[in-house]
């Protein structure tokens, strides 16, 4: 099977447009078009569909042999970074997806210290959310992950625990109180969704499903705006508040809760060499990050 129309397969299926794929590979639309017409006449059957509301659009089919695709051209570019390593060699692309509060203190020194060790290895980061993440990882469009538990059946390195704490503004009536309680004042609750997708979801649903809230932002920095502007408490985990600017109170919140972060992989024996160099220095980082910070 041709491993180069294999490529143009997968590039076309994740940007779903004939133009952007010529563009992210530098060749002209006929020839992705012709190498598409190539495949599916090798396969005998339907890769993409074109739908005239929504465009190209994959087949059921097509969407199985995507992730099988993705996994061979793993395994060819594994081979080549083997071989690059036995030369002294590093010459490749990591794909990472990572939470939003991950990439702001946590991804820039993991990419300054593979810079400075491998000046020709780069990672390409993705942002995105647990549950979003989880998918990238399963369908192998990433080949590390950095998301909250529960970590489902990845295989997964435990980066370290942080306890969610309340956050609000100094004129607050509760400032002077030891610690938030979020039963009586969960109509104020602010929560942000790339904290909120994974065990602080699963407790309010099982142990706390009395607590509701009517506020779930997409980051922490907005969370701290909405909390600034007296628009309620937000409930953010520890590390992520400490490393935003902000002249909020800090308060332990009752029940108390604690969060796990990690990384995962589809499978630890298929990472290339070089994924296996940044998934080491990102465990590292996290444990140190996770100690300095409690």
């Avoid at 447009?17 to 012709?34: C, D, F, G, M």
């Avoid at 593979?114 to 990433?142: D, H, P, T």
């Avoid at 080491?280 to 300095?292: E, K, R, V």
């Amino acid at each position: 099977m041709n491993l180069h129309n294999l490529h143009i397969f997968t590039v076309v299926a994740e940007k779903m447009n004939i133009t952007e794929a010529a563009r992210e590979l530098y060749i002209t639309q006929p020839a992705v078009s012709k190498a598409i017409k190539n495949l599916e006449n090798q396969l005998n059957l339907r890769l993409f569909w074109r739908d005239k509301r929504n465009g190209l659009m994959l087949s059921e089919t097509g969407k199985e042999i995507l992730i099988l695709a993705r996994q061979l051209l793993m395994i060819e570019e594994k081979i080549r970074q083997i071989a690059n390593r036995e030369n002294g060699l590093v010459d490749c692309i990591v794909k990472v997806g990572a939470l939003p509060s991950i990439s702001s203190y946590l991804m820039p020194t993991a990419m300054s210290l593979v810079k400075s060790r491998y000046e020709s290895l780069r990672i390409q980061l993705a942002e995105g959310s647990s549950n979003e993440i989880k998918s990238w990882v399963e369908e192998r469009s990433v080949e590390i992950g950095i998301v909250l538990a529960p970590f489902d059946s990845f295989d997964r390195q435990l980066l370290y625990e942080d306890d969610m704490v309340a956050v609000l503004p100094q004129t607050h009536p509760l400032v002077s109180s030891e610690e938030i309680d979020l039963m009586k004042h969960q109509e104020e609750l602010i929560f942000c969704r790339s904290g909120y997708e994974g065990t602080l979801s699963n407790l309010l649903a099982d142990r706390y499903k009395e607590i509701t809230s009517h506020l779930i932002v997409q980051s922490a920095e907005t969370l701290v705006n909405m909390v600034q502007h007296g628009l309620g408490i937000g409930i953010i985990s520890r590390i992520s508040q400490a490393t935003l600017r902000h002249n909020l109170i800090v308060k332990p919140i009752s029940p108390s809760i604690s969060q796990q972060m990690g990384i995962i992989v589809h499978s630890l024996e298929e990472l290339t060499p070089a994924a296996r160099v940044v998934h080491d220095i990102l465990a590292g980082l996290g444990s140190d990050y996770g100690s300095n910070h409690r």
